[in-house]
T-cell receptor, first 116, second 113 residues
Framework: AQTVTQSQPEMSVQEAETVTLSCTYD???????LFWYKQPPSRQMILVIR??????QNATENRFSVNFQKAAKSFSLKISDSQLGDAAMYFC?????????????FGQGTILTVHP | ETGVTQSPTHLIKTRGQQVTLRCSSQ?????VSWYQQALGQGPQFIFQ???????GRGNFPPRFSGLQFPNYSSELNVNALELDDSALYLC????????????FGQGTRLTVV
């Protein structure tokens, strides 16, 4: 079983600045994946970035990068050069590999506000 | 926008009634997962269907049931609706195998009165 915890209900950032969203997790699995999803007011969950636990290198996708600290069970998301379109609810999520892939456990979410 | 479509987008039901929500998966995807998202909360896994069979279930009572059809589309059925069933219901489709991405639909907002 997995648990995912986001301790920041809300965060705000100025346009063009950098913001970091925090996430901690707990799992007994050795094979697992971690994700950050974005949910704008349109409600559709959009994958931002994905990290495979066995990969030591932190994942990056354009302006989005993660800081994956496996021993500390920490998985934070850094958004660089923030844009107004980044404003949304962000969810950290995880799932085990193998036959459990696709069965996601989500955190409580962080609302990100971007100020012009 | 993904190829996952859900219907209806909104509906209102009375406590005790039954409801069916529908999901058309993205082309080439054979796995569908359903999630319940209460207002202001993260989604919670209900169950997953793979090749028309239930492939894992979260902590939801048996009155939550589902189906997957040969074209991989899926239904979520909820019997004896309770007020706490009011939520956004999300469907996600994916292919099997490691490192495949789950694509979500826009959800169905269910209100139970």
């Amino acid at each position: 079983a997995q648990t995912v915890t986001q301790s920041q209900p809300e965060m705000s950032v100025q346009e063009a600045e950098t913001v970091t969203l925090s996430c901690t997790y707990d799992t007994s699995e050795s094979d697992y994946y971690l994700f950050w999803y974005k949910q704008p007011p349109s409600r559709q969950m959009i994958l931002v970035i994905r990290q495979e636990a066995y990969k030591q290198q932190n994942a990056t996708e354009n302006r989005f990068s993660v800081n994956f600290q496996k021993a500390a069970k920490s998985f934070s998301l850094k958004i660089s050069d923030s844009q107004l379109g980044d404003a949304a609810m962000y969810f950290c999520a995880g799932n085990a590999g193998g036959t459990s892939y696709g069965k996601l456990t989500f955190g409580q979410g962080t609302i990100l506000t971007v100020h012009p | 926008e993904t190829g996952v479509t859900q219907s209806p987008t909104h509906l209102i039901k009375t406590r005790g009634q039954q409801v069916t929500l529908r999901c058309s998966s993205q082309s080439g995807h054979n796995t569908v997962s359903w999630y319940q998202q209460a207002l202001g909360q993260g989604p919670q896994f209900i169950f997953q269907y793979y090749r028309e069979e239930e492939n894992g279930r979260g902590n939801f009572p048996p009155r939550f049931s589902g189906l997957q059809f040969p074209n991989y589309s899926s239904e979520l059925n909820v019997n004896a609706l309770e007020l706490d069933d009011s939520a956004l219901y999300l469907c996600a489709s994916s292919r099997t195998g490691r490192a495949t991405e789950a694509f979500f639909g826009q959800g169905t907002r269910l209100t139970v009165v």
